[in-house]
């Protein structure tokens, strides 16, 4: 038997090895990634690797002897280049493997701004190596830009002026993270990089990055110029699936996957970052970037494989959390509502809470340091309450 392939050493193909065995499952179980390390945690590279305070060896979830205790092949500097599922064989820059289940983990990449490869001061964030070749920058006490006021960007910009380093954020909408959870939460947002020291330009695009051999500035599209030592680009993700190319597989956004998180062909499944699945929860296509999603997945996948006759769906609630300038932000399912209503639980605009609805439901919320009350909601988005309810549930204490 050829047993499973997982393709890509990130969390989710990590915790889909684990669940594997923890299930049962007694055939090979091969492991295959790109970088040259076992797996690690990204969510530290935008934070405490820069200030200093987590060591690269700290990422790392598991050691060489874990692997071999678990009875997983670890395969890393390794990259595939291409799926058969004709043949059943996945294709690599290290031979072909053969598989009767592939688990598609292979994560997302960083999107660079064109015209800056050749600029020395110019970095993404994505890998370990990113974000200690961003340290090393940061350790010269430079000017920093970040580009992009995203999660990325903002949590960088946090480590940054943890380093009482001078920053500026430039973001082409009118406010941070309005994507994400929204208008009129990206202005609370707005307010975190106001009380954490940083300069945030909003309704500004970026003309060009200036410089010779070195990043030397900043250009908007309004024609001022911002100098800059160091610029961190933090505008998003491309997926990775450019290998699959001529898979047959639909990869429209990200691997494209049913409820059950398989992509259509027998044996072949998505999780992560990389799997775009019909969550039945909200009967909607869904692509998550979250640690949490990447971990249920995974349990969900592994059990699928195992029990083939009676696969459960993957009916998750999105959730995520990022830490800034000392606050922790924390949001539950979605954020495309109809209506966003912002609650001050402490009437001093240090805990708010915003609910989305969605129809006549909760669809998602979010809190700022409150998880308190945030994490009883998740049972309202499961339908366990309406928006009435939710609404209820958050009304400060006489």
């Known amino acids: 038997m050829s ?29 295959l990634g790109m970088e040259d390390h076992l797996p690690y945690d ?48 996945i294709h690599t820059s290290d031979g072909t493997l053969q598989y009767d289940n592939v688990v598609i983990a292979t994560g997302a990449a960083a999107r660079t701004l ?53 920053v500026t954020i430039v973001e082409a909408l009118p406010n941070p993270l309005a994507r994400a959870v929204g208008t009129e939460v990206g202005r609370l947002c707005a307010d975190l990089h106001a009380e954490g020291g940083t300069t945030l330009l909003c309704g500004n695009g970026v003309a060009e990055v200036t410089g010779n051999s070195t990043v030397e500035g900043v250009t908007l599209t ?42 259509g062909p027998t044996g072949v499944f998505a999780v992560g970052d990389v799997a775009a699945w019909h969550n ?7 692509r998550v970037e979250h640690w949490t999603n990447a ?20 009916a998750g609630i999105p959730y995520f959390w990022s830490d800034q300038y000392g606050r922790r932000i924390q949001f539950l399912g979605r954020s495309d509502a109809d209506e966003v209503v912002i609650v001050d639980r402490t009437r001093e605009s240090r805990k708010p809470v915003a609910l989305y609805r969605k129809d006549d439901a909760l669809g998602g919320a979010l809190a700022i340091d409150d998880p308190m009350t945030l994490m ?13 309810a939710a609404l209820a549930a958050v009304q400060p204490d006489s």
């Open 280 to 286: 039945p929860l909200f009967g909607v296509t869904m």
């Open 376 to 388: 009883p909601l998740r049972a309202h988005i499961m339908k366990e309450g309406g928006w009435e």
């Open 222 to 263: 309004n024609g001022v110029t911002i100098p800059a030592d160091v610029v961190i680009v933090g505008i998003g993700v491309t997926v990775n699936t450019g290998w699959l190319e001529d898979s047959g597989l639909d990869i429209s956004n990200g691997v494209v996957c049913d409820e059950y998180m398989s992509a």
């Open 42 to 89: 990204r969510p530290p590279l935008s934070k405490g690797i820069l200030t200093g305070t987590v060591s690269e060896s700290d990422t790392f979830f598991r050691t060489a002897d874990h692997f071999t205790e678990l009875g997983v092949e670890v395969k890393t500097g390794v990259r595939a280049t291409a799926l058969d599922t004709t043949d059943r064989a």
């Open 114 to 166: 064109p015209g800056t490869d050749s600029l020395s001061g110019v970095h993404v964030i994505r890998t370990l190596e990113d974000a200690t070749a961003i340290r090393s920058d940061l350790s010269n006490r430079p000017r920093v830009v970040v580009i992009g006021a995203g999660f990325i960007g903002a949590e960088v910009a946090s480590s940054a002026r943890e380093m009482d380093l001078d």
């Open 3 to 31: 047993g499973t392939v997982i393709v890509g050493a990130s969390l989710a193909g990590l915790r889909t090895a684990e669940a594997l065995r923890k299930n049962g499952y007694e055939e090979r179980v091969t492991l």
């Open 295 to 314: 971990v249920e997945q995974a349990l969900i996948v592994a059990y699928n494989i195992t029990n083939p006759t009676e696969q459960r769906p993957y």
